[in-house]
């Protein structure tokens, strides 16, 4: 059987990955989202291992310990991660798995994986940024300072990625988004010797 390919999407907190992918998602069932965990509290609506999987401190770092994680990297106060065994599950049966994680986690994860696909998204502009994560409402204006300050750092890694979405106009990057998924699977390399044999 087809075995999936991994994807890493990555941008600043705000730019609007979550929105992006639960566009595309609806409409491709051959795409999976993997659910990290993470030390942050939920926000109002996030459920558990649907979101996230919410976890203690002493609960991340045994996991550390223990090597379940792909990646995990630090930022602004807690730490995310991605659970390996899932994303290993998932591509075995042939799905196409995406990890919406941030910069060092991307990197981390390109170095261990140099076969996954990696997607920046940004946003139009800086301002543009700072009114959707303060529009969002989810942050402290201490946490949104930190978030930008970050995402300041982020947006420098962008010509390290192989696609760039810029999220401007929401419809406009939801049709880009889903090409770079379709165009990837149109690729002979992925494609498992399954080539079209008509002369
Ligand atoms: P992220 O997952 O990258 O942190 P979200 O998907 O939560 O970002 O989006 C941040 C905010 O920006 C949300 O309030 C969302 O509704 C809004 N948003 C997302 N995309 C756009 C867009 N293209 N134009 C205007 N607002 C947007
Ligand atoms: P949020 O708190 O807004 O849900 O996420 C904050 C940042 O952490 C976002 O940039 C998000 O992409 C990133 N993130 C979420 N899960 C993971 C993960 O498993 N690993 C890493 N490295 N970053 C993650």
């Known amino acids: 059987m087809r075995k999936g390919t991994l994807y890493i999407f990555t941008g600043p907190s705000g730019t609007g990955k979550g929105t992006l992918l639960s566009r595309v998602m609806a409409q491709d069932d051959r ?4 659910v990290s965990a993470t030390t942050r509290a939920p926000r109002q609506g996030e459920q558990a291992g649907v979101h ?3 976890l203690s401190r002493e609960e ?4 550390v310990e223990a090597g379940a994680f792909l990646e995990y990297a630090h930022y ?6 991605t659970l390996e065994a899932p994303v290993q599950q998932k591509l075995e049966e042939g799905y196409d798995v995406v990890l919406e994680i941030e910069v060092q986690g991307a990197m981390a994860v390109h170095s261990k994986r140099p076969d996954a696909v990696m997607i920046f998204v ?6 543009e940024l700072a009114s959707r994560l303060r529009g969002r409402g989810t942050e402290s204006e201490e946490t949104v300072e930190a978030r930008l300050a970050t995402a ?4 420098r890694h962008q010509e390290e990625f192989d696609y760039l979405v810029v999220n401007d106009d929401l419809k406009a990057a939801v049709r880009d988004l889903s090409a770079i998924f379709i ?17």
């Open 31 to 34: 795409l999976f989202l993997s």
């Open 52 to 54: 996230y999987f919410f």
């Open 60 to 63: 991340f770092d045994r996991r």
């Open 76 to 81: 602004v106060g807690n730490s995310y991660g």
């Open 122 to 127: 940004a946003p139009p502009s800086f301002d």
């Open 152 to 155: 300041r750092e982020e947006l």
């Open 183 to 199: 165009a990837e699977r149109c690729r002979i390399s992925r494609k498992n010797g399954e080539v079209h044999t008509i002369k």
